[in-house]
């Protein structure tokens, strides 16, 4: 009994830290797979350098981008950020 009482708390310390700060993390890892398994032909993304681009080709590991009418460049699916939604 005095064994469980001592254990207790760092059984609480241990469930408040994977619903703080495990958790959280584990569904934003989940969230941008889902995002960068999602991108298609036309999406706008934002970099993780800050460049806005517009995805040309997209393969399995990377993707071709567009960062400006001349400009094709082909970078890692890792490389991206986010996607970019217009403020309009």
């Known amino acids: 009994m005095e064994i469980i009482s001592q254990l207790l ?5 241990i469930a408040i830290m994977y619903f703080v700060i495990i958790r959280p993390q584990q569904k934003e890892a989940k969230a941008k797979k889902e995002m960068l398994e999602a991108l298609k032909k036309g999406d706008k993304v934002i970099t993780n350098g ?4 517009v995805i040309y080709k997209v393969e399995e590991h990377f993707l071709s981008v ?8 082909k970078i890692t699916r890792d490389s991206i950020a986010k996607k970019y939604e217009d403020e309009a």
Do not use: A, C, E, R
């Not at 708390?9 to 310390?13: A, D, I, Q």
């Not at 567009?66 to 460049?73: A, L, W």
């Open 9 to 13: 708390p760092f059984v609480f310390l």
């Open 50 to 53: 800050g460049f806005i681009v």
């Open 66 to 73: 567009k960062m400006n009418d001349d400009t094709i460049v």
